[in-house]
Protein backbone atom coordinates (compact mmCIF):
# COMPACT_ATOMS: atom_id res chain seq x y z
CA UNK A 1 0.00 0.00 0.00
CA UNK A 2 1.08 3.27 -1.01
CA UNK A 3 1.71 5.68 1.72
CA UNK A 4 -0.25 8.34 -0.32
CA UNK A 5 -2.27 7.33 -2.99
CA UNK A 6 -3.97 9.56 -5.31
CA UNK A 7 -6.09 8.75 -8.71
CA UNK A 8 -3.63 9.35 -11.58
CA UNK A 9 -6.48 10.90 -13.83
CA UNK A 10 -6.80 12.40 -16.13
CA UNK A 11 -9.81 14.58 -14.63
CA UNK A 12 -11.60 16.47 -17.02
CA UNK A 13 -14.00 19.49 -16.50
CA UNK A 14 -15.45 22.15 -18.07
CA UNK A 15 -14.17 25.79 -17.36
CA UNK A 16 -16.55 27.09 -14.74
CA UNK A 17 -17.38 23.22 -13.31
CA UNK A 18 -16.13 22.51 -9.49
CA UNK A 19 -13.25 20.10 -9.83
CA UNK A 20 -12.76 17.46 -7.20
CA UNK A 21 -9.30 15.72 -6.36
CA UNK A 22 -9.14 12.77 -3.88
CA UNK A 23 -6.37 12.20 -1.99
CA UNK A 24 -5.64 9.11 1.41
CA UNK A 25 -3.35 8.16 3.31
CA UNK A 26 -1.62 5.29 5.12
CA UNK A 27 -0.48 6.62 7.98
CA UNK A 28 -3.05 7.23 10.99
CA UNK A 29 -0.53 9.74 12.87
CA UNK A 30 0.11 12.31 10.16
CA UNK A 31 -0.18 15.68 11.39
CA UNK A 32 0.11 18.02 8.26
CA UNK A 33 -1.23 18.11 4.63
CA UNK A 34 -0.53 19.62 1.45
CA UNK A 35 -2.23 20.45 -1.80
CA UNK A 36 0.73 21.18 -4.58
CA UNK A 37 0.48 22.22 -7.98
CA UNK A 38 3.05 21.14 -10.55
CA UNK A 39 2.68 22.24 -14.61
CA UNK A 40 4.38 19.87 -16.45
CA UNK A 41 8.45 20.10 -16.40
CA UNK A 42 8.39 22.75 -13.82
CA UNK A 43 8.85 22.50 -10.05
CA UNK A 44 5.41 22.34 -7.03
CA UNK A 45 3.83 24.96 -5.56
CA UNK A 46 2.13 25.66 -2.86
CA UNK A 47 -1.41 26.01 -3.11
CA UNK A 48 -3.48 24.79 0.47
CA UNK A 49 -1.91 23.55 3.43
CA UNK A 50 -4.62 22.06 6.47
CA UNK A 51 -3.69 20.90 9.82
CA UNK A 52 -7.02 20.05 11.23
CA UNK A 53 -10.39 18.30 10.63
CA UNK A 54 -13.13 20.05 8.38
CA UNK A 55 -12.75 22.50 5.71
CA UNK A 56 -10.61 25.33 5.10
CA UNK A 57 -11.28 27.95 2.11
CA UNK A 58 -8.75 30.31 -0.02
CA UNK A 59 -9.97 31.98 -3.03
CA UNK A 60 -11.17 29.30 -5.24
CA UNK A 61 -9.80 26.75 -3.79
CA UNK A 62 -11.37 24.35 -0.71
CA UNK A 63 -9.15 22.04 1.00
CA UNK A 64 -10.96 19.19 3.45
CA UNK A 65 -9.63 17.19 5.63
CA UNK A 66 -11.36 13.56 7.79
CA UNK A 67 -8.32 11.93 9.62
CA UNK A 68 -11.32 9.25 10.70
CA UNK A 69 -11.12 8.16 7.13
CA UNK A 70 -7.94 9.20 6.52
CA UNK A 71 -8.79 10.94 3.39
CA UNK A 72 -8.03 15.28 2.03
CA UNK A 73 -9.83 16.79 -0.90
CA UNK A 74 -9.43 19.50 -2.94
CA UNK A 75 -12.09 21.59 -4.52
CA UNK A 76 -11.10 24.17 -7.46
CA UNK A 77 -14.70 26.44 -7.97
CA UNK A 78 -15.20 28.08 -10.95
CA UNK A 79 -12.40 25.87 -12.93
CA UNK A 80 -10.39 27.70 -15.34
CA UNK A 81 -7.92 26.27 -18.37
CA UNK A 82 -4.87 27.88 -16.91
CA UNK A 83 -5.85 24.79 -13.69
CA UNK A 84 -4.83 22.24 -15.91
CA UNK A 85 -2.05 20.89 -14.07
CA UNK A 86 -0.99 17.86 -12.16
CA UNK A 87 -2.13 18.13 -8.29
CA UNK A 88 -0.11 16.70 -5.06
CA UNK A 89 -0.99 15.64 -2.09
CA UNK A 90 1.79 15.57 0.28
CA UNK A 91 1.52 14.44 4.17
CA UNK A 92 3.86 14.98 7.10
CA UNK A 93 4.01 11.89 9.29
CA UNK A 94 4.53 12.29 13.01
CA UNK A 95 7.91 12.43 13.58
CA UNK A 96 9.41 13.25 10.08
CA UNK A 97 10.67 16.60 8.29
CA UNK A 98 10.41 15.83 5.11
CA UNK A 99 6.95 15.87 3.17
CA UNK A 100 5.60 12.31 1.21
CA UNK A 101 4.02 12.49 -1.31
CA UNK A 102 1.39 11.12 -3.91
CA UNK A 103 2.01 10.65 -7.39
CA UNK A 104 -0.79 13.33 -8.43
CA UNK A 105 -3.33 13.92 -10.30
CA UNK A 106 -3.42 15.25 -13.70
CA UNK A 107 -6.59 18.52 -14.17
CA UNK A 108 -7.59 19.15 -17.68
CA UNK A 109 -10.08 22.13 -17.84
CA UNK A 110 -11.98 21.96 -20.80
CA UNK A 111 -12.60 25.64 -22.50
CA UNK B 1 13.71 38.08 -4.54
CA UNK B 2 14.61 35.81 -1.75
CA UNK B 3 14.39 31.82 -2.99
CA UNK B 4 15.64 28.65 -3.99
CA UNK B 5 17.99 28.79 -6.91
CA UNK B 6 18.89 25.50 -9.01
CA UNK B 7 21.75 25.50 -11.44
CA UNK B 8 21.70 24.20 -14.18
CA UNK B 9 17.70 24.00 -15.30
CA UNK B 10 18.99 20.79 -17.45
CA UNK B 11 22.07 18.86 -17.57
CA UNK B 12 23.22 16.30 -19.98
CA UNK B 13 25.51 13.57 -19.11
CA UNK B 14 27.14 10.53 -19.94
CA UNK B 15 26.33 6.89 -18.39
CA UNK B 16 28.71 6.44 -15.59
CA UNK B 17 29.74 9.64 -15.79
CA UNK B 18 29.78 11.84 -12.28
CA UNK B 19 27.77 14.40 -12.04
CA UNK B 20 27.10 17.39 -9.32
CA UNK B 21 23.78 19.07 -9.26
CA UNK B 22 23.39 22.67 -7.08
CA UNK B 23 21.04 24.46 -5.04
CA UNK B 24 21.65 27.51 -3.32
CA UNK B 25 19.06 29.39 -0.63
CA UNK B 26 18.98 33.03 0.33
CA UNK B 27 15.92 32.02 2.62
CA UNK B 28 17.80 30.93 5.36
CA UNK B 29 16.31 28.33 6.10
CA UNK B 30 17.86 25.35 7.90
CA UNK B 31 16.68 22.46 6.38
CA UNK B 32 17.31 21.54 2.29
CA UNK B 33 15.94 18.55 1.09
CA UNK B 34 16.58 16.93 -2.73
CA UNK B 35 13.67 14.54 -3.97
CA UNK B 36 14.18 12.71 -7.40
CA UNK B 37 10.72 12.53 -9.58
CA UNK B 38 10.29 10.41 -12.27
CA UNK B 39 7.98 10.85 -15.40
CA UNK B 40 4.09 10.67 -13.95
CA UNK B 41 5.62 9.84 -10.10
CA UNK B 42 5.34 11.28 -7.02
CA UNK B 43 8.42 13.06 -5.93
CA UNK B 44 11.19 11.13 -4.09
CA UNK B 45 12.93 12.04 -1.19
CA UNK B 46 16.48 10.99 -0.97
CA UNK B 47 18.08 12.85 1.89
CA UNK B 48 17.43 16.20 3.77
CA UNK B 49 19.80 18.15 5.59
CA UNK B 50 18.28 19.85 9.47
CA UNK B 51 21.79 22.28 9.71
CA UNK B 52 24.50 20.09 9.24
CA UNK B 53 22.75 16.82 10.24
CA UNK B 54 22.66 14.62 7.17
CA UNK B 55 19.63 11.98 6.50
CA UNK B 56 19.48 9.69 4.21
CA UNK B 57 16.79 7.45 3.26
CA UNK B 58 17.35 3.76 3.70
CA UNK B 59 16.10 2.97 -0.25
CA UNK B 60 18.21 5.95 -1.43
CA UNK B 61 21.14 4.07 -3.38
CA UNK B 62 24.94 4.64 -2.39
CA UNK B 63 25.20 5.92 -6.08
CA UNK B 64 23.58 9.20 -4.46
CA UNK B 65 25.60 11.23 -2.06
CA UNK B 66 24.92 14.82 -0.85
CA UNK B 67 27.14 17.95 0.52
CA UNK B 68 26.42 21.02 2.20
CA UNK B 69 29.31 22.95 3.27
CA UNK B 70 26.81 26.03 4.79
CA UNK B 71 23.17 27.20 5.14
CA UNK B 72 22.77 28.60 1.46
CA UNK B 73 23.93 25.90 -0.51
CA UNK B 74 23.70 21.86 -1.32
CA UNK B 75 25.06 19.61 -3.80
CA UNK B 76 23.45 16.08 -5.12
CA UNK B 77 26.68 14.35 -6.43
CA UNK B 78 25.45 11.37 -9.06
CA UNK B 79 28.81 9.27 -8.97
CA UNK B 80 27.80 6.54 -11.61
CA UNK B 81 24.73 7.96 -13.32
CA UNK B 82 22.63 4.85 -14.70
CA UNK B 83 20.25 5.36 -17.39
CA UNK B 84 17.39 5.07 -14.91
CA UNK B 85 18.72 8.23 -13.16
CA UNK B 86 17.40 10.18 -15.87
CA UNK B 87 14.58 12.00 -13.79
CA UNK B 88 13.88 15.65 -12.01
CA UNK B 89 15.90 16.38 -9.47
CA UNK B 90 14.21 18.93 -6.87
CA UNK B 91 15.72 20.85 -3.69
CA UNK B 92 13.74 22.41 -1.50
CA UNK B 93 14.49 23.93 1.72
CA UNK B 94 11.83 24.52 4.84
CA UNK B 95 12.14 26.90 7.80
CA UNK B 96 10.39 27.19 11.45
CA UNK B 97 7.14 26.45 9.40
CA UNK B 98 6.53 22.95 7.67
CA UNK B 99 6.24 24.90 4.05
CA UNK B 100 8.43 23.86 1.29
CA UNK B 101 10.16 26.10 -0.97
CA UNK B 102 11.09 24.54 -4.03
CA UNK B 103 13.58 25.41 -6.48
CA UNK B 104 12.83 25.20 -10.35
CA UNK B 105 14.33 21.53 -10.30
CA UNK B 106 17.16 20.11 -12.50
CA UNK B 107 15.93 18.16 -15.19
CA UNK B 108 19.05 15.13 -15.76
CA UNK B 109 19.53 13.33 -18.86
CA UNK B 110 21.48 10.54 -19.28
CA UNK B 111 22.62 9.20 -22.57
Known amino acids: QKEVEQNSGPLSVPEGAIASLNCTYS??????FFWYRQYSGKSPELIMSIYSNGDKEDGRFTAQLNKASQYVSLLIRDSQPSDSATYLCAVRNKGRRALTFGSGTRLQVQP | DAMVIQNPRYQVTQFGKPVTLSCSQTLNHNVMYWYQQKSSQAPKLLFH???????NEADTPDNFQSRRPNTSFCFLDIRSPGLGDAAMYLCATSGTGEKLFFGSGTQLSVL
Open chain 1, 27 to 32: DRGSQS
Open chain 2, 49 to 55: YYDKDFN
